[in-house]
């Protein structure tokens, strides 16, 4: 146990679906991530939120949007996904200083999501 | 730009040592290293700021070359525990999240 929840922790969607996922974390910490790990590649940067500000998109293509109402909270919404976007999809939080780069990263179980 | 790790697996007997390499062609502030076993969560392993300083944690220790831009980790008198997916990821400042390896895959045999 991390400290770091993700729901759910299984899903399968279809192409035209809309569907969120969630990550609450209980340390107190002031950056969160998403990050995607999928068989062939290694862990992707997706989204930072340092602040409550969105410091980072690493280049993910719009059907992924972030959300991140406050420092506990952090949401993934999806939609209309294609297949290659089956993947895990893991949350992480670090206590953050602005200019001092990341401190130790805490992950989330990670969602297992399949797109038919 | 992703790190390189290398080897990409490895397999030892338990009780022997293995080393694990980190490189970039940036100039980073920090590696990060962490273990994954299959079906969970990675787990942080330790962090190396700029510097070249050398930390360890029980048998598990690493050390960051900043000239080179290149981080090692060393684990020594492995244990079957030791067995998972080995990450580093690298952060080049500022309130960014990290760039991972590819990982290494280690496999501790009885």
């Known amino acids: 146990e991390t400290g770091v929840t993700q729901t759910p922790r299984h899903l399968v969607m279809g192409m035209t679906n809309k569907k969120s996922l969630k990550c609450e974390q209980h340390l107190g910490h002031n950056a969160m991530y998403w990050y995607k790990q999928s068989a062939k590649k290694p862990l992707e940067l997706m989204f930072v939120y340092n602040f409550k500000e969105q410091t980072e998109n690493n280049s993910v293509p719009s059907r992924f949007s972030p959300e991140c109402p406050n420092s506990s909270h952090l949401f993934l919404h999806l939609h209309t996904l294609q297949p290659e976007d089956s993947a895990l999809y893991l949350c992480a939080s670090s206590q953050e200083v602005k200019a001092g780069g990341p401190g130790e990263q805490f992950f989330g179980p990670g969602t297992r999501l399949t797109v038919l | 730009q992703q790190p390189v790790q290398s080897p990409q697996a490895v397999i030892l007997r338990e009780g022997e040592d293995a080393v694990i390499n980190c490189s970039s062609s940036k100039a980073l502030y920090s590696v990060h290293w962490y273990r994954q076993k299959h079906g969970e969560a990675p787990v942080f392993l330790m962090i190396l700021l700029k510097g070249g300083e050398q930390k360890g944690h029980e048998k598990i220790s690493a050390s960051f070359n900043e000239k080179k831009q290149q981080s090692s980790l060393y684990l020594t008198a492995s244990q079957l525990s030791y067995s998972g997916t080995y990450f580093c990821?690298?952060?080049?400042?500022?309130?960014?999240?990290?760039?991972f390896g590819k990982g290494t895959h280690l496999i501790i045999q009885p």
């Open positions: 990821g690298t952060a080049r400042g500022g309130a960014d999240g990290l760039t």
